[in-house]
């Protein structure tokens, strides 16, 4: 899809719904995608592919740990207000029957 088109298309959508809330063009910084692309690739290779987990709640619990080791204990974020990311653990949602 060229330019052109691309920005037809967007102006004309733009025209005829209101204006989002949120915009998202998708264009990250190159050197972010490259980080989190390397980062999916190990934690495949190095966990996910070496296991058979036998729940969604196993794999959740076993890529907590691998991302723990790999986040330094003292990184503070500052979307975070200055917090280390683990007080910031994102709890599983419940699984339903099996």
Known sequence: ???QLAMAV??????????PE??????????DSICIERFWRSAKRERIYLNAYQSI?????DMDDYIASKIPSNLKLQKTNERVPRKYKIKPEKEGPS
């Open 1 to 3: 899809m060229d330019t």
């Open 10 to 19: 967007l102006n004309e959508a733009l025209e005829k719904y209101p204006h």
């Open 22 to 31: 949120i915009f998202n063009t998708d264009q990250g910084r190159a050197t």
């Open 57 to 61: 709640g196993d794999l959740i619990t």
